[in-house]
């Protein structure tokens, strides 16, 4: 049995989380019966929803438990089996934790997806390829539904849904422009990643001064936004938001730690007659097979080119989620775990 | 030529507006030309969406310009006619505006309707059986897309929109919540509109007081809400909103004057994956025939029992105003104009 070594929530945050709200356990990895498998994780996967979790709050999912591994994406292989259904060297996603290793019971629906990695680098299906891929084309298509020609803007744009999300506006004829902190990040999203724009909101003090940026970057006003961030960024895009806009709400990292960041304009929905939709990709399983494809596609191509965070060894995770949370990842925020 | 009393906008509010803004002027009557009629306005239709108009702010419809007669809903009857269209004594619904007469083209489309007063008083047709209903039917219908046994919250539930929206909401076989100010509007919608609950706003001192009342009106949570009013009553719904709750947003009166009113917690947009829409109801003109005659059928029954707030003569129309923008008024705000 090899030895697992996890990371824990060991208490809540007060308000902004630390280092001190996790901890680092060893133990051994349980022998397995009938129908399980055995992951190495070889990356796992750091996403902003995971402070929201740690919060004891009502909210779409149950809270992380205090005293459990933190819960997350992870890919790997498998590298014991008793399931038909896998064999060592496999390479599988699923939700293995923040841990080295994980025990699936592999007949669970949705557990463990065995992967092809010909074409796609295996950590890909944690971010373009993956969740926060799906992310961006749930939202892109079913709730902005962009029309060839519109404008859609983007916050949070060098990230993993930011990334993909450009992407694939810019494949249905769209001026794609990203909203992203700094030029390193800027350059990127737009020499890289192919939008058009980018606006550099760290250069702006408030909503009214970023939103006369927005105003040169979208001449013709916004058409679609895609929500990352909340706060500042999301008023100063509401602001240039063109009648029957669209906005498809699915983060809203500014406001996690506890303090409710407020909407500071929200006649504009009134008054431009805006469709404000909240939603969570895990609740829309049905797209995740066409969603997919098409991202499968694109970084299979070259198109979409994903950036990624690499923190090395699983005791680095606190801190980089914690940095992840203040926007010093650069791409998909991922750690080397074997 | 009658003589014609007409009510200007004289100047724009600066914050506040306030009876200086408005001029009270007489002229004559122009002489019709080939296609005219001279209207003779019975009453003149007060609305929050004024107030909007009042600021030179971009927004859903050109502002009202300054030195030109208040434009508003009126009905009334033709007193003289130069079109085979219309007879002397016809009953009429147009936007004849501020004043005791109005000239209408009356071959231009929708500029003048006539109507049938033998089941609906004529005040009707600027509230319940007028654009206030079809706003609420439209929110109600088109929005919030109620089914049965779902518990469906309004603000400003004494008003025009607000008491056909709970009387659209019944019919449907849902319960019906109020929200209204004082006990006398609060009696009047439960005991003659029929909502299951009405919460009196003007108990409570903020946002999470009135939130708690709302939970015991609503024991399975709300599931579409219509919102009138914007502010701390908004939040408060927002704070019991169910999972993939909905919100037509059509009017935010607390934001009239100039000062935005933030949205306390637009979290919960995507906790609760909301849809949030606003709407303007002259922009969907193929529901009127339908929704019409369901409010007409509601009112000729008598299950919809509009209040009016009646203010005598057009001089007084300035006052009234400003009392229905604070709440004042009590159901439907006309001015009696002869």
Same mark, same amino acid.
């Given at each position: 049995?090899?030895?697992?070594?996890? &990371?824990?929530?060991?208490?809540?945050?007060?308000?902004?989380?630390?280092?001190? /709200?996790?901890?680092?356990?060893?133990?051994?990895?349980?022998?397995?019966?009938?129908?399980?498998?055995?992951?190495?994780?070889?990356?796992?996967?750091?996403?902003?929803?995971?402070?929201?979790?740690?919060?004891?709050?009502?909210?779409?999912?149950?809270?992380?438990?205090?005293?459990?591994?933190?819960?997350?994406?992870?890919?790997?292989?498998?590298?014991?089996?008793?399931?038909?259904?896998?064999?060592?060297?496999?390479?599988?996603?699923?939700?293995?934790?923040?841990?080295?290793?994980?025990?699936?019971?592999?007949?669970?629906?949705?557990?463990?997806?065995?992967?092809?990695?010909?074409?796609?680098?295996?950590?890909?299906?944690?971010?373009?390829?993956?969740?926060?891929?799906?992310?961006?084309?749930?939202?892109?298509?079913?709730? &902005?539904?962009?029309?060839?020609?519109?404008?859609?803007?983007?916050?949070?744009?060098?990230?993993?849904?930011?990334?993909? !999300?450009?992407?694939?506006?810019?494949?249905?004829?769209?001026?794609?422009?990203?909203?992203?902190?700094?030029?390193?990040?800027?350059?990127?999203?737009?020499?890289? !990643?192919?939008?058009?724009?980018?606006?550099?909101?760290?250069?702006?003090?408030?909503?009214?001064?970023?939103?006369?940026?927005?105003?040169?970057?979208?001449?013709?006003?916004?058409?679609?936004?895609?929500? /990352?961030?909340?706060?500042?960024?999301?008023?100063?895009?509401?602001?240039?938001?063109?009648?029957?806009?669209?906005?498809?709400?699915?983060?809203? &990292?500014?406001?996690?730690?506890?303090?409710?960041?407020?909407?500071?304009?929200?006649?504009?929905? !009134?008054?431009?007659?805006?469709?404000?939709?909240?939603?969570?990709?895990?609740?829309?399983?049905?797209?995740?097979?066409?969603?997919?494809?098409?991202?499968?596609?694109?970084?299979?191509?070259?198109? !979409?080119?994903?950036?990624?965070?690499?923190?090395?060894?699983?005791?680095?995770?606190?801190?980089?989620?914690?940095?992840?949370?203040?926007?010093?990842?650069?791409?998909?925020?991922?750690?080397?775990?074997?």
């Amino acid at each position: 049995m090899p030895k697992n070594k996890q &990371i824990l929530l060991d208490n809540r945050p007060q308000g902004e989380a630390s280092a001190s /709200n996790f901890k680092l356990v060893e133990s051994d990895t349980p022998a397995l019966t009938e129908g399980e498998v055995l992951v190495r994780h070889h990356f796992l996967s750091l996403d902003p929803y995971m402070r929201g979790r740690m919060n004891d709050a009502k909210s779409y999912a149950a809270p992380q438990p205090v005293g459990q591994v933190m819960q997350g994406g992870t890919v790997g292989e498998v590298v014991e089996s008793r399931s038909p259904k896998f064999a060592v060297g496999d390479k599988v996603v699923g939700m293995g934790g923040w841990q080295e290793y994980s025990v699936v019971a592999a007949d669970q629906p949705g557990a463990l997806r065995k992967v092809d990695t010909a074409h796609v680098p295996l950590s890909h299906y944690l971010g373009a390829v993956g969740m926060p891929g799906v992310t961006a084309w749930y939202g892109l298509v079913k709730i &902005i539904q962009p029309k060839e020609g519109q404008t859609i803007v983007v916050s949070a744009a060098s990230g993993a849904v930011g990334s993909a !999300l450009g992407t694939l506006a810019k494949a249905r004829g769209c001026r794609a422009v990203g909203i992203a902190g700094g030029p390193d990040k800027c350059r990127y999203v737009t020499e890289e !990643l192919g939008f058009d724009a980018c606006v550099d909101y760290k250069q702006h003090a408030d909503a009214s001064s970023l939103s006369k940026a927005l105003k040169e970057a979208c001449p013709d006003g916004i058409h679609g936004y895609f929500e /990352n961030v909340g706060g500042m960024v999301m008023d100063a895009v509401m602001l240039r938001m063109n009648a029957f806009g669209r906005i498809a709400l699915c983060g809203m &990292i500014a406001g996690y730690d506890g303090k409710p960041i407020p909407m500071a304009y929200p006649q504009l929905i !009134l008054t431009n007659r805006l469709t404000v939709e909240g939603f969570i990709v895990s609740e829309h399983m049905e797209v995740w097979p066409q969603a997919l494809q098409e991202l499968g596609t694109l970084v299979g191509s070259g198109k !979409l080119r994903p950036r990624e965070s690499v923190a090395q060894g699983l005791a680095s995770a606190p801190e980089a989620f914690l940095g992840m949370l203040k926007g010093r990842n650069f791409g998909k925020q991922l750690v080397k775990v074997s």
